[in-house]
């Protein structure tokens, strides 16, 4: 149908010639689709279509429903990555021209005195129909595409703007640059000085909207560029944020230099922030008694994010800020004040947990009377006191471990409350031309096959945060959170397939192995009363199966990885109570996983065949390979534990498994993937001993020529299983025993071997050696051996491996002095 397209643009002139643009407007909608969904259509044509998109787009007369459109369009192209990648790229003229227009629309913004209010519902004043429109594409555009198209772009256009005498062009410039930062951070790490000067002069500009656009581009860079901006620029940045804070004749200005301290100190190290606390925590005291609300919530944010960037170093400031933050918590009552009073929990807490129990304790009890007679008032569905309050309460459980135990029952009803809220959805048919109803931004809309769903995320973000909560009061807890588990495991456990939101998911896969752990904690010191193991065993038969079934289901790769994580810690604390049916399904699980994972790696390497595949495009595929390495890495860590728990009896289950392992040990496979084979093969030599045996033909080849790899990684996991195959190999190793020591050999003796990065090979073959002194003493020339071994002695690096090692040193120097002779 590739033909019909010249036709079917041909139309689309016609009614916006003929001045149809309603008409103009549905046809481009459904383009729009056609680009998401199926962007090679479009391939043979693209640099045609395309253009006639940036010509709509350019075309100052259409309206601007017309003009978002066309540029929706070209940015959906830009995203198609999976089904067209570099296919966008492959027109950097279309990239130009589409980030002009961008930058153009972001000068539709005006001087609204109502901006100048510092009101927060102000906060847009002034600006137009395009403006929010650019923003938001200029971000998504940089994330499609890349710095290496992007930043050229920009260094060509951004002076221009900034030499302009328009204060609208300059606004515009930084916030190009704020907006495109998430998807450059690489290439603009490169150009950071010319980037932060760039940025740095704005803050003298004469007109405040420009100084607000300066100081809210440091703070996006403060979270993108980050940790690098803060440790090459933290001598210009921060003062100029302090000063910024001087100015009393912008409020508006003065909370956002206060906010972007927030995001600086967020990815700070304390040795940074000490020298500029004192300017930073007086001029913060002086906005918290400033008359603007919003000054005094940017005020509380900032001295909150200081304090947790600080810890230790922030105690010297408590006395000064404490009664402060207390004046606001118990007089901000009015209901204008509801967000003040939400920050001011927040600072309280933090402040709290960095300076700790002791400095904080008095002020603790007071807060949390306060806190106490807010809980017992019934509160308004969209009252952010009740998230703010949450999470306070947790902070100060983590600040006061076991002495908050006494608060749990005043807390727990409300937070359980909370994660059990039912997601407010309305479900439609995509077809419908009945829109979901939304007079704000709280309802969010996806598409799902033939269904569009609206969901309200406030009701989801105060789920997910309960959620959260319930996951630190049991870690922070542990058995103290006992009596709790009965009600929060059959909240929690459903969720784990809550695929509304993926935080919330996050929080339940988390808490499984705490609420575990609370559980064995709790019957181990006897203080469950008249509960035993069968308890522990019942909830691991909850937790466990809910978790595998999950894992089956779960569409993240990212999420998979924190699955397994949370299944191998639940089964660590589970041990022998697991039986057979779970373990079957657990390999079965594990087995799908690898399955599933090598099915995107294959997908992912499709796309490199792709006509316009490029560089760029190989970066982003490096990056989702690498976090699919994390699941591999967590299967290894599974097996593992299957392997310690349960030994010989686990290696029925192998040998089903074992056909997926032994292709990782392939030389077309990442490192990652090596290492993790042998680390498998070295837990099955550890642990089942004789029962092993049956595998070394296979297996310790592998483990031969990986001893002498190119990563230190897969050398470390090769020597240590070298080792193990020494100790409990027998005569199945010995006709190996040459080529080990010569292998061996070559790892000590490599010139780097001591280096930093081979410092962990080398100490696990030192210690492989002296194994092989050891158990195979009749095997080897053992007057030149063991002086060699000797000679390597002390290691120091791995810590387990030097305990083994000079275990066997002092039972050597025993027996030496026991019977006068070398024997071993």
Same mark, same amino acid.
């Given at each position: 149908?590739q033909?019909?397209?010249p036709a079917?643009?041909r139309?689309l002139t016609?009614c916006l010639?003929?001045?149809?643009e ?9 383009l729009v689709?056609l680009?998401?969904?199926e962007?090679r259509f479009l391939r043979?044509q693209?640099a045609?279509?395309?253009?006639a998109m940036l ?6 007369q259409l309206?601007?429903g ?14 198609a ?11 950097p003229q279309?990239?130009g021209?589409l ?5 153009q629309m ?6 609204d005195?109502?901006w100048?209010?510092?009101e927060?519902?102000d906060?847009?004043a002034?600006?137009g129909?395009?403006?929010?429109v ?9 994330i499609?595409?890349?710095?290496n ?6 260094s ?5 703007y ?6 609208q062009k300059?606004?515009?410039a930084l916030?190009t ?10 290439v603009m790490?490169?150009n950071l000085e ?5 940025i ?9 909207r420009?100084?607000w656009a300066?100081?809210?581009?440091i703070?996006q ?10 440790v090459?620029?933290?001598q ?5 944020l ?5 100015d009393f004749?912008n409020?508006?200005v003065?909370a956002?230099?206060a906010?972007?301290?927030l995001?600086f100190?967020e990815?700070c190290t304390?040795?940074i922030?000490?020298?500029y606390l004192d300017?930073?925590?007086s001029k913060?005291?002086v ?9 005094q919530?940017?005020?509380?944010t900032a001295l909150?994010?200081?304090a947790?960037?600080?810890?230790d170093?922030?105690k010297?400031?408590y006395?000064?800020?404490?009664p402060y933050l ?11 004040n509801?967000?003040?009073?939400a920050?001011s929990?927040?600072?309280i807490s933090l402040?709290?947990m ?7 304790r008095d002020?603790?009890k007071?807060?949390?009377e306060?806190l106490m007679a807010l809980?017992?008032?019934?509160m308004?569905t ?7 309050m ?8 983590k600040?006061?471990?076991q002495?908050f135990?006494?608060?749990m029952?005043?807390v727990m009803?409300?937070?359980?409350q909370s994660?059990?809220?039912?997601p407010d959805?309305t479900?439609t048919s995509?077809e ?16 799902l ?5 609206g969901?309200?995320t406030?009701?989801?973000e105060e789920?997910a ?6 996951c630190c009061?049991a ?6 959170f006992?009596?709790?588990i009965d ?5 929690l456990?459903p969720l784990l397939k809550?695929?509304f ?12 192995? @705490?609420? +575990?752990?609370s559980?064995k904690l ?6 469950? =009363?008249g509960? $035993? !193991?069968?308890? #522990?065993k019942?909830?691991s ?8 079934e999950?894992?089956h ?5 990212e999420m ?8 191998n810690e ?6 022998c109570l697991?039986?057979e049916?779970q373990v ?5 699980e594990i087995k799908?996983?690898?399955i599933?994972?090598a ?12 006509e316009d ?5 190989g970066?982003?595929l490096k990056?989702?390979?690498e976090?699919e390495?994390?699941?591999f890495?967590q299967?290894? @860590?599974c +097996?593992g534990?299957?392997i ?6 686990f290696? =029925?289950?192998f $040998? !089903?498994?074992? #056909? ?8 077309d496979k ?16 550890e642990?089942?001993?004789?029962s092993?045996?049956k595998?070394y ?5 592998f ?8 990563n230190?990684?897969v050398?470390?996991?090769a ?5 193990v195959?020494?100790?409990?190999g027998?005569h199945?190793?010995?006709?190996l025993?040459g080529?080990?020591?010569s292998?061996l ?5 490599h010139p780097e071997?001591?280096?930093a990065?081979?410092i962990?090979?080398?100490?696990n073959?030192v210690s492989?050696?002296?194994k092989?002194c050891?158990f195979?003493? $009749?095997g ?5 051996v063991?002086?060699a071994?000797?000679?390597?002695l002390?290691?120091?690096?791995d810590k387990i491996?030097a305990k083994v090692?000079?275990?066997q ?7 030496i ?7 071993l």
């Amino acid at each position: 149908m590739q033909d019909l397209l010249p036709a079917m643009m041909r139309a689309l002139t016609d009614c916006l010639n003929s001045s149809q643009e309603a008409s103009a407007q549905e046809a481009l909608e459904l383009l729009v689709e056609l680009a998401g969904a199926e962007p090679r259509f479009l391939r043979r044509q693209i640099a045609d279509v395309a253009g006639a998109m940036l010509q709509i787009a350019e075309a100052a007369q259409l309206e601007d429903g017309t003009r978002h459109l066309a540029v929706e369009f070209v940015i959906t192209l830009a995203e198609a990555r999976e089904r067209a990648p570099g296919m966008m790229r492959r027109l950097p003229q279309f990239v130009g021209r589409l980030f002009q227009v961008l930058m153009q629309m972001l000068l539709d913004v005006e001087d609204d005195p109502a901006w100048h209010t510092a009101e927060t519902e102000d906060e847009d004043a002034g600006e137009g129909n395009n403006y929010g429109v650019a923003q938001e594409c200029l971000d998504r555009l940089a994330i499609a595409i890349g710095g290496n198209a992007v930043v050229p772009i920009a260094s060509e256009l951004l002076p221009q703007y900034l030499s302009a005498p328009e204060w609208q062009k300059h606004h515009a410039a930084l916030i190009t640059l704020a907006q495109i930062a998430e998807g450059c951070a690489k290439v603009m790490l490169k150009n950071l000085e010319q980037v932060v000067s760039m940025i740095l002069n704005g803050f003298q500009h004469p007109h405040p909207r420009v100084r607000w656009a300066a100081i809210n581009a440091i703070g996006q860079l403060s979270t993108d560029l980050g940790p690098d901006l803060q440790v090459q620029y933290h001598q210009k940045v921060l003062p100029a944020l302090a000063n910024a804070m001087d100015d009393f004749q912008n409020p508006r200005v003065q909370a956002h230099a206060a906010s972007a301290i927030l995001n600086f100190s967020e990815n700070c190290t304390p040795e940074i922030l000490t020298p500029y606390l004192d300017g930073i925590v007086s001029k913060l005291l002086v906005l918290l008694q400033n008359g603007k609300q919003m000054v005094q919530e940017g005020a509380l944010t900032a001295l909150a994010s200081v304090a947790d960037s600080s810890q230790d170093h922030f105690k010297k400031y408590y006395d000064a800020v404490m009664p402060y933050l207390k004046a606001i918590l118990m007089n901000a009552t009015d209901k204008s004040n509801r967000m003040l009073r939400a920050k001011s929990m927040e600072c309280i807490s933090l402040v709290g947990m960095a300076v700790g129990k002791d400095k904080f304790r008095d002020d603790a009890k007071q807060v949390m009377e306060v806190l106490m007679a807010l809980q017992g008032t019934p509160m308004e569905t969209d009252d952010p006191i009740t998230s703010y309050m949450l999470q306070a309460w947790a902070r100060l459980c983590k600040c006061l471990g076991q002495d908050f135990l006494p608060y749990m029952h005043v807390v727990m009803p409300p937070l359980l409350q909370s994660a059990q809220l039912k997601p407010d959805v309305t479900i439609t048919s995509a077809e419908s031309d009945d829109e979901i109803e939304s007079d704000d931004d709280s309802i969010e809309t996806i598409t799902l096959g033939d269904k569009r769903i609206g969901i309200r995320t406030s009701v989801l973000e105060e789920k997910a945060t309960a959620c959260n909560m319930l996951c630190c009061y049991a870690d922070e807890l542990k058995e103290g959170f006992f009596p709790w588990i009965d009600q929060v495991a059959p909240t929690l456990v459903p969720l784990l397939k809550f695929y509304f939101h993926e935080e919330v998911r996050r929080a339940a896969v988390a808490a499984m192995p @705490e609420l +575990l752990r609370s559980a064995k904690l709790a019957v181990e010191k006897g203080q469950a =009363p008249g509960r $035993d !193991e069968s308890y #522990v065993k019942q909830l691991s038969d909850f937790i466990i199966p809910a978790l595998v079934e999950a894992l089956h289901k779960e569409p993240e790769t990212e999420m998979c990885s924190s699955m397994l994580d949370s299944l191998n810690e639940c089964m660590q604390l589970s041990g022998c109570l697991l039986d057979e049916n779970q373990v079957r399904a657990i390999s079965d699980e594990i087995k799908n996983v690898i399955i599933a994972s090598a099915t995107r790696k294959r997908d992912r390497s499709e796309r490199t065949k792709a006509e316009d595949f490029d560089a760029d495009e190989g970066e982003l595929l490096k990056e989702e390979n690498e976090q699919e390495e994390e699941v591999f890495d967590q299967v290894g @860590e599974c +097996l593992g534990t299957l392997i310690k728990t349960f030994k010989a009896s686990f290696l =029925p289950f192998f $040998d !089903e498994l074992s #056909v997926y392992v032994t292709p990782m040990l392939g030389k077309d496979k990442t490192a990652e993937e090596r290492r993790i084979a042998i680390c498998i093969f070295d837990d099955i030599a550890e642990q089942c001993r004789e029962s092993a045996l049956k595998y070394y033909d296979t297996y310790v080849p592998f483990l031969l020529e990986a001893s002498n790899d190119d990563n230190s990684d897969v050398r470390q996991a090769a020597v240590y299983g070298l080792g193990v195959c020494a100790e409990f190999g027998g005569h199945t190793f010995r006709p190996l025993v040459g080529e080990a020591l010569s292998k061996l050999n070559n790892v000590i003796r490599h010139p780097e071997a001591q280096h930093a990065d081979n410092i962990m090979a080398y100490d696990n073959a030192v210690s492989a050696l002296g194994k092989i002194c050891q158990f195979h003493r $009749d095997g080897i020339d053992a007057a030149q051996v063991i002086p060699a071994w000797l000679g390597c002695l002390p290691i120091k690096d791995d810590k387990i491996e030097a305990k083994v090692v000079h275990d066997q040193l002092c039972s050597m120097v025993e027996r030496i002095g026991r019977t006068g002779s070398w024997t071993l």
